[in-house]
């Protein structure tokens, strides 16, 4: 039924600072977001709180970065963002090579977003990666968009992470 119902979202397309974005709006989530044209993106029957996944596609064969970015949605009825995002830096630690980076807050389209940035090494391949995270919370679900980039380039894409990050918007 989740498939049936991806046909139906709206899809619109931009450009901005020479790199076009297609609107991805989700009217069961109630969530819209720009992805980068040419990425690939869908759901994880799976994982039912991971609503979306993107990832950008390799250029040629010699390619071997995956940029990518995922939104989770996790009830959480009674909690305020604060007390969220201090659960959910409670399990980041587990990751291999964990380290805290950066934290912060800002506004996107009107709503109060946690961020942080973290690096830790990838269980499957060894590689250490930066995790960009946002975390957002309304009607009682939090919100959790994660970008991820191998950590050599991570300071090439993190302008095009703000640019995604800045685009999400949660609608009735």
Known sequence: ??????????????????????????????FSINIPVGWKYGVNKKNPSLILLAQRTPTNKTDTSRDNFNINVIETPNKTLDKTFSDFLKYLPDAKNYKLINTGDTIFNGLKFKWLIETHQNDYNDAQMHNYDFVTLKDGKTYILTMVAFSYIFDNVKTLFDKIASSFILFD
């Not at 039924?1 to 989700?26: H, P, V």
């Open 1 to 30: 039924m989740r498939n049936i119902l991806l046909l139906f979202f709206a899809i619109s397309i931009f450009n901005a600072n020479g790199q076009s974005f297609i609107t991805y709006k989700d009217s069961i989530n109630h």
